[in-house]
């Protein structure tokens, strides 16, 4: 599976503090952290505190590019700042995230037509997120549907069910892991499905174990990316050892050890 480095991401202090410093070498260690931890890209977002947010994604992005060279999600709710970080790339970027809004649908949609970009696509809309697995099908299937027909490749895109923290919407849970399965469902070639792993344990006490135990049931039920903690080594073990055993590749005695020189 395909794990997008969290950390980089402006909800931590330390990472907003080194926006505001502009201290490089915080960011830069974060990101070399995450890669030699087995990210193969990194979530950047300057988090809701930064001041100048075009500046502050423009002035990550070229910080991270200086000392690694996996591709970015550019992370924001605002276009202008998704555009200031697509600009800013060295390699093909994932646009995170478009909604179901079709304003802003078509606008993503855009911008990655023309920045060449895979595009994340959040089931929820206008309204919200949905509660029922098959109204985030339906959005699921307007992003789809957008994105195809104006040519972006079904293998370009991304969407993600909208993981909610167990603490505020327990009940939701079983149907976020519906709803990758039937997202998987909607095309043939399929979407690839994804998820921000770690919202299920915020707010919560034992975060490590639930972020685990729930990357093991989203991957059984068909997730191929989360934006996660790579450098969470029980995670990464836990990853690797589901899909071991979903028969993603084959056993030996070493797998762990295996896994970690293979890719
Ligand atoms: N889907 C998509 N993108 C996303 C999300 C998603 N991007 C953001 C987020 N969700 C995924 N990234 C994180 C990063 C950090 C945390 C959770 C998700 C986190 N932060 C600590 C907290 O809130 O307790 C910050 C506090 C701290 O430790 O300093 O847990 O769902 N497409």
Request: include cysteine; aromatic fraction near 4%.
């Given at each position: 599976?395909?794990?997008?480095?969290?950390?980089?991401?402006?909800?931590?202090?330390?990472?907003?503090?080194?926006?505001?410093?502009?201290?490089?070498?915080?960011?830069?260690?974060?990101a070399?952290?995450?890669?030699?931890?087995?990210?193969?890209?990194?979530?950047?977002?300057?988090?809701?505190?930064?001041?100048?947010?075009?500046?502050?994604?423009?002035?990550?992005?070229?910080?991270?590019?200086?000392?690694?060279?996996?591709?970015?999600?550019?992370?924001?709710?605002?276009p202008?700042?998704?555009?200031?970080?697509?600009?800013t790339?060295?390699?093909?970027?994932?646009?995170?995230?478009?909604?179901?809004?079709?304003?802003?649908?078509?606008?993503?949609?855009?911008?990655?037509?023309?920045?060449?970009?895979?595009?994340l696509?959040?089931?929820?809309?206008?309204?919200?997120?949905?509660?029922?697995?098959?109204?985030?099908?339906?959005?699921?299937?307007?992003?789809?549907?957008?994105?195809?027909?104006?040519?972006?490749?079904?293998?370009?895109?991304?969407?993600?069910?909208v993981?909610l923290?167990?603490?505020?919407?327990?009940?939701?849970?079983?149907?976020?892991?519906?709803?990758?399965?039937?997202?998987?469902?909607?095309?043939?070639?399929?979407?690839?499905?994804?998820?921000?792993?770690?919202?299920?344990?915020?707010?919560?006490?034992?975060?490590?174990?639930?972020?685990?135990?729930?990357?093991?049931?989203?991957?059984?039920?068909?997730?191929?990316?989360?934006?996660?903690?790579?450098?969470?080594?029980?995670?990464?073990?836990?990853?690797?050892?589901?899909?071991?055993?979903?028969?993603?590749?084959?056993?030996?005695?070493?797998?762990?050890?295996?896994?970690?020189?293979?890719?």
């Open positions: 599976m395909l794990v997008i480095g969290e950390r980089i991401n402006g909800m931590f202090n330390a990472v907003r503090k080194a926006i505001e410093t502009k201290d490089k070498k915080v960011i830069q260690d974060i070399k952290k995450q890669v030699q931890a087995g990210a193969k890209m990194l979530d950047v977002n300057v988090g809701p505190a930064a001041a100048d947010d075009v500046a502050a994604m423009q002035w990550l992005v070229e910080t991270i590019q200086e000392v690694v060279d996996v591709p970015l999600a550019i992370d924001s709710a605002k202008p700042v998704i555009k200031a970080g697509l600009k790339c060295k390699k093909k970027p994932l646009i995170n995230s478009t909604t179901g809004e079709m304003e802003k649908l078509t606008t993503l949609v855009g911008l990655a037509k023309e920045y060449n970009a895979g595009l696509g959040l089931t929820m809309d206008e309204k919200g997120i949905p509660d029922s697995a098959q109204s985030r099908l339906e959005i699921g299937l307007r992003i789809l549907a957008v994105a195809m027909e104006a040519g972006i490749p079904t293998d370009d895109i991304h969407l993600d069910p993981f923290p167990v603490k505020f919407g327990q009940a939701q849970i079983p149907i976020i892991l519906q709803t990758i399965k039937d997202l998987k469902a909607l095309s043939d070639p399929a979407p690839k499905t994804v998820c921000g792993l770690s919202n299920t344990s915020q707010g919560c006490l034992d975060r490590s174990i639930i972020n685990r135990t729930i990357l093991v049931m989203a991957l059984a039920w068909g997730l191929d990316e989360a934006i996660a903690d790579p450098l969470d080594k029980e995670l990464m073990d836990a990853m690797i050892t589901a899909e071991l055993l979903l028969n993603k590749f084959i056993y030996c005695d070493s797998y762990l050890t295996a896994y970690r020189k293979a890719f």
